[in-house]
């Protein structure tokens, strides 16, 4: 069994950060991509970021130049620091992780609020 546990959102203004964590738990001995992604209300998820084993990362061209993703890998844990939130970054935030077997886990999903 494996945990993905998310920290807490929270409601930030506009021009504001947040730093979203999300550590993984139980039987969990590697790790290859950590990913974020988000879903707004009637909207598909989306990635929003990614990092490889090997800290090579990707963002979406929406949240470029304003979110950063960094994992740590002693503690299993991946983050994504917002900065510059805008309205349209409000969404629930959800981590994924890939295992060397290809196994896939998600987390429970956090809410992120931005206000104007």
């Known amino acids: 069994q494996v945990q993905l546990v998310e920290s807490v959102g929270g409601l930030v203004q506009a021009g504001g950060s947040l730093r979203l964590s999300c550590a993984a738990s139980?039987?969990?001995?590697?790790?290859?991509?950590m990913n974020w992604y988000r879903q707004a209300p009637g909207k598909q998820r989306e990635l929003v970021a990614a990092i490889t084993s090997a800290d090579s990362t990707v963002y979406a061209d929406s949240v470029k130049g304003r979110f950063t993703i960094s994992r740590d890998n002693a503690k299993n844990t991946v983050y994504l620091q917002m900065n510059s939130l805008k309205p349209e970054d409000t969404a629930v935030y959800y981590c994924r992780v890939r295992t060397p077997d290809g196994y896939l886990y998600w987390g429970q999903g956090t809410q992120v609020t931005v206000s104007s």
């Open positions: 139980g039987k969990i001995f590697s790790i290859n991509a």
